[in-house]
């Protein structure tokens, strides 16, 4: 029993051992679950705080987590974290978190420390300090640590790049000014297990947050490169976009130059178009141009020979041609620049063609700052122009209130190139241009002088003529009238030559036109052949005319002109062919178009011509050779006007020649066709505005004769008119000029009337323009005068007049005129003839000074007593004309007087007082001329010679009055 008391108190006594080492390792075993629970709560706070810096590119949240966990969740006292700053290698405190004074917070704010000094490289991961642990060192950091952060333990825990370089410090621990709240940090505890964990984790999310704001960093510069670069992409873009604009723009301005215009219109073209193309403020061109007008205070101005100032002959002045964009109006300082005188005047001198600026305020070329200050000018570029061969012809200037580009500068001096080539083409046309008005005044003073010549020549020719031909009618002594024939055989040569020249006038002048009515043929060679067979017959040729049959009997074309050109070949071949035969031969050739083509030749057994001579006979004024002009004569006109008219109607010349034994002159024309029962359509219209004339093949028939009313100023050609129109039957009545005209056609009923054109008082043109007016629109007027140009031509007709009749007088177209125009409505009155024959019994001629009479009778061909007759009424028409041409002098009617003049002059010739003539020829010339100076002298000559003759032919006649 006591055994077993024993026993059980020794078993009781172990089990109780056993029960406390169950309780013990049950208390030890819910520390360690307690320690497990506490480090895995700890690990996911450490685990969520990892991952919430890790996630972080933020610095300050990332720091702000860090410290949370310090101070929360590891329940320290205190943290703070050190990072390096600018500059390098000094630490800075960038967060802290934990209980700190106002005072304590704002002294640890500020601190911060050199690395180097603190010997930190030793603290290099894994290394640490505790400043508990006196295994560890004291470090220098220490006692800043300690002092500074007012820290009694502590850890701290490096931040490395690549654990080689410390760039940061996290600082954590408990202060003992708490005694109660006091926790030394054991080495293997939690708290620093925690802190060595949560050390490591911030470092990598520190240098994380580093590497990507790094790399941040760099993908912002490198977004910022590529936008700059962009931007210069798409700035270069716009640049060339802009070049590309400028250069269509500029390629367009080059096309626009191309087109017509004068010199000035393409100048302002280039000025515009920099303007417009490059945004410039204004743009200019200056040319240079010697002798031009030049501003006052111009240094090579002087006194001009018309008023005003000119440049000097030798100077070279730069005038204002072209003027575009915003001050074209606001300054006048430029329009005239002397040469090197300023920027603009020196670009014309060699060596300085060009001149640029940006910055013309700063720029001592310019001198005028205010100007350019005004006008809010930057830039300048100018560029001298100068021909092939380097003279200077101006000056383009550009100005801008931007600067100008070298791009754009390029492009400017590009055009200036242009500008010049425009200059030197535009000088070379202005130059033709003028060349060719001074050949049309010249051409159109030639052409007027031949017409002038022309009247002047046909009037007295009129009388010489017209009066030979009366006298022929006359009872005549042999020798008489072997004297009046030749007289007309040589004013009928005469006429013919003045007849050539008006036609190669026309004809150089573009102005003799190819009428294209219906007519025969064979009445076109019926009147060439009666012409021929007279002249050949006189020399004892044989002449012959072929027409082919196949011809059509109308054909439409000009046939005076074809009759021209057949009339001059054969007399040609009759002049230049002593014995044989000449022969016309006409052929048809084919046809097309509804034309015939006609082959028409002239051949002859005559002196023929050298083969190398052959060219020289169509040249204006030339013959073969000088011995043809001595022997035969003529003007050397002829061949030429023939070879034109040819050309005119689309022909061609050919000459055949073998020299001694003759030549054969052929040419072909396209004649219209005109069919069976067909009208021609031109000749469908009347040519004339106020009656189509009949037919001309019928002669005026005895007792159907008309009144005719004969408008002439001159006597003579009165006296010439009357006779022929008497010989021809008609009534005759004679106004003096166009107003009497005007009158007697009010008064009495005309079936003709005959109208000179040049007339005091009143001229032609106007008469007949009054006469259409007052309602006789039926009424036939016909032009006869002296003007026998095309114009003169078109200028009766335009004026209402029917037909036109060149003087001298034809009596053969006279009667035509008389036969077309005249239908008699009215028998003839016993003594309705007007113009009696002459009165008066002087067959003794008078010997009066200044009158050469016997010379007049001789060169007129007239009797005694028509000359006698002639004086008398020069006398007595005359005897107010001094006083007349004085008052309309006065009056200031010089026209008027030119035409008194006019008339003096051609009645003076033809009575031979020649001073006379001339006297009045020189005072017309200087009164149309408007030479005041040179017409008051002739008029006071011109009265006193015309009151002598009248007085002394007043003094002669007396016994007859």
């Known amino acids: 029993m006591g055994n077993d008391i024993s026993k059980l108190r020794q078993d009781y006594a172990l089990l109780s051992d056993q029960i406390k080492h169950l309780l013990k390792a049950k208390h030890d075993l819910s520390q360690l679950q307690s320690k497990a629970e506490h480090q895995l709560k700890l690990y996911r706070e450490l685990y969520k705080t990892g991952g919430k810096i890790n996630a972080s590119f933020n610095l300050n949240e990332a720091c702000a987590a860090i410290l949370d966990f310090i101070i929360y969740k590891l329940n320290l006292e205190r943290c703070v974290i050190f990072l390096e700053t600018e500059p390098a290698g000094r630490f800075t405190i960038i ?30 991961p894994p290394n640490y300090i505790l400043f508990s642990d006196p295994e560890v060192a004291e470090l220098p950091c220490c006692d800043l640590i300690r002092d500074r952060l007012h820290l009694d333990q502590w850890a701290a825990f490096p931040f490395a790049k690549e654990n080689t370089t410390i760039f940061g410090l996290l600082v954590a621990g408990n202060s003992k000014k708490n005694d109660e709240y006091y926790s030394p940090i054991e080495k293997d505890s939690d708290v620093f297990v925690g802190l060595a964990n949560i050390a490591g984790l911030s470092n990598t999310a520190i240098n994380n947050i580093y590497s990507y704001a790094a790399l941040h960093r760099e993908h912002e510069l490198l977004e910022s490169r590529v936008r700059e670069r962009t931007a210069e992409l798409n700035e270069e873009l716009a640049v060339r976009k802009k070049t590309e604009e400028r250069i269509t723009r500029l390629s367009l301005l080059q096309q626009e130059l191309l087109g017509p215009g004068n010199l000035k219109d393409k100048l302002t073209l280039i000025t515009d178009g920099i303007v417009r ?16 007008t030049c501003a ?11 008023g005003g100032n000119a440049c000097q002959e030798h100077a070279q002045c730069l005038h204002l041609f072209a003027d575009s964009g915003r001050n074209t109006d606001t300054d006048g300082l430029q329009e005239r620049i002397p040469a090197g005188s300023n920027t603009i005047g020196c670009l014309i001198e060699k ?19 205010d100007w350019v ?8 570029a100018g560029y001298g122009l100068f021909s092939a061969d380097r003279e200077p012809m101006g000056v383009l200037g550009i100005f801008s209130r931007h600067a100008i580009s070298p791009q754009e500068e390029s492009h400017l001096k590009g055009i200036s190139a ?3 080539q425009v200059i030197q083409a535009g000088l070379a046309e202005e130059a033709i241009i003028q060349a060719r008005r001074e050949a049309e ?17 046909r009037t007295p ?13 006359t009872e005549l002594s042999p020798k008489q009238a072997d004297y009046l024939g030749k007289i007309q055989e040589s004013s009928q040569l005469l006429l013919g030559v003045i007849n050539d020249i008006l036609d190669f006038s026309k004809i150089e002048a573009g102005k003799l036109t190819l009428e294209n009515i219906e007519f025969v043929m064979s009445d076109v060679l019926e009147r060439i052949k009666n012409v021929a067979t007279v002249k050949s017959e006189a020399k004892g040729l044989r002449i012959g005319f072929s027409l082919d049959p196949e011809i059509p009997a109308r054909l439409t074309g000009d046939p005076l002109r074809l009759g021209q050109i057949l009339v001059n070949l054969v007399d040609n071949a009759i002049k230049f062919t002593e014995k044989g035969e000449v022969v016309m031969t006409t052929s048809l050739v084919g046809y097309g178009d509804g034309k015939a083509t006609l082959r028409f030749s002239v051949r002859d057994t005559g002196i023929g011509i050298e083969k190398e001579q052959i060219d020289e006979l169509f040249q204006s004024f030339s013959q073969a050779d000088d011995t043809i002009t001595r022997r035969y004569g003529g003007t050397g006109l002829g061949l030429a006007i023939v070879r034109q008219l040819v050309e005119m109607m689309e022909g061609s010349m050919t000459v055949e020649s073998v020299p001694g034994h003759g030549s054969t002159f052929s040419f072909a024309v396209r004649l219209g066709e005109v069919a069976a029962g067909q009208q021609c359509p031109d000749c469908s219209m009347p040519r004339e505005r106020w009656r189509k004339p009949p037919q001309d093949n019928r002669k005026i028939s005895a007792g159907k004769v008309g009144r005719v009313l004969l408008v002439e100023d001159n006597i003579i050609n009165q006296q010439v008119a009357v006779e022929f129109l008497k010989q021809s039957g008609c009534v005759v009545d004679v106004a003096g000029n166009g107003l009497e005209g005007v009158m007697r056609v009010c008064d009495t009923p005309y079936d003709l009337v005959f109208m000179d054109v040049q007339m005091p008082e009143m001229d032609g043109l106007e008469a007949t323009r009054i006469i259409r007016k007052k309602g006789f629109t039926d009424l036939p007027i016909v032009a006869m005068t002296a003007h026998a140009m095309t114009r003169d031509r078109d200028q009766s007709l335009a004026a209402g007049m029917n037909d036109h009749l060149v003087k001298p007088i034809d009596p053969d177209q006279l009667e035509r005129m008389l036969v077309r125009w005249i239908t008699p409505q009215r028998g003839i009155l016993p003594g309705e003839r007007v113009s009696p024959t002459p009165e008066g019994n002087h067959d003794i001629l008078p010997g009066i000074a200044g009158l050469d009479t016997a010379a007049a009778v001789i060169r007129t061909g007239l009797p005694s007593a028509f000359y006698l007759k002639l004086l008398k009424e020069f006398a007595a028409r005359n005897a107010d004309t001094a006083l007349r041409i004085r008052n309309e002098y006065a009056a200031g009617r010089r026209d008027l007087a030119a035409k008194t003049a006019h008339c003096v002059k051609g009645v003076a010739s033809t009575i031979g007082a020649d001073e006379l003539a001339r006297t009045a020829s020189l005072l017309e010339a200087a009164l149309r001329e408007g030479d005041l100076e040179e017409a008051e002298g002739m008029l006071a000559e011109f009265c006193e010679m015309l009151g002598t003759l009248c007085a002394e032919l007043r003094a002669f006649f007396k016994d007859d009055e």
């Not at 006052?296 to 018309?306: I, L, R, Y």
């Not at 060596?351 to 700052?369: A, K, L, P, V």
Request: aromatic fraction near 10%; hydrophobic fraction near 45%.
């Open 95 to 124: 967060a802290m978190e934990g209980y700190y004074e106002d005072d304590e917070r704002r002294a640890v704010m500020d601190l911060s420390f050199d690395v180097n000094t603190l010997e930190l490289q030793e603290l290099l």
């Open 277 to 292: 193309i490059f945004d410039a403020d204004f743009a200019r061109v200056w040319i240079v141009k010697a002798g031009d």
């Open 296 to 306: 006052n205070g111009c240094v090579h101005a002087v006194p001009g020979e018309k």
């Open 351 to 369: 060596g300085h063609e060009r001149f640029f600026s940006n910055s013309m305020i700063h720029d001592t070329h310019f001198c005028n700052q």
């Open 373 to 380: 200050k005004s006008l809010g000018l930057v830039a300048f």
């Open 418 to 420: 242009i500008t010049s």
């Open 441 to 457: 005044v010249a051409t159109l003073a030639k052409g007027d002088f031949l017409a002038r010549m022309s009247h002047e020549i």
């Open 461 to 473: 020719m009129n009388a010489v003529i017209g009066l030979t031909h009366l006298a022929l009618r």
